[in-house]
């Protein structure tokens, strides 16, 4: 599985500098880390979602030639959900559609 970084992440708690270090240590699979990943989905379906890093580091995931593209960063699952409501404010409604993956194609 391919992490991949929006040049564009939300975090909730989490300094610039800190944010770059934390990027680092993922690209290299650091085991080390207690935090919850925002992503657009995997699939086809869905709008966004959250892993708790260590998961990510299982050999099903790893085993996956998916790419991952993290959109939020948090120290909690409490504040991931934040992120996500907060995505989703600034995303807005259009027709009752949530594009999450076209707001962030924009930013890029």
Do not use: C
């Amino acid at each position: 599985m391919d992490i991949l970084f929006h040049e564009h992440i939300y975090s909730k708690g989490i300094s610039d500098k800190k944010m770059i270090s934390i990027q680092k240590k993922i690209r290299k699979q650091s085991p080390k880390l207690n935090l919850f990943l925002v992503t657009l989905p995997i699939g086809q379906q869905g709008i966004l979602e959250i892993y708790w890093y260590p998961e990510l580091l299982q050999p099903f995931y790893r085993s996956k030639n998916e790419k991952v593209t993290v959109v939020g960063v948090a120290k909690s699952r409490e504040d991931a959900f934040s992120l996500v409501e907060e995505i989703i404010q600034d995303v807005g409604w259009k027709d009752g559609i949530i594009s999450v993956a076209d707001y962030f194609e924009e930013k890029a």
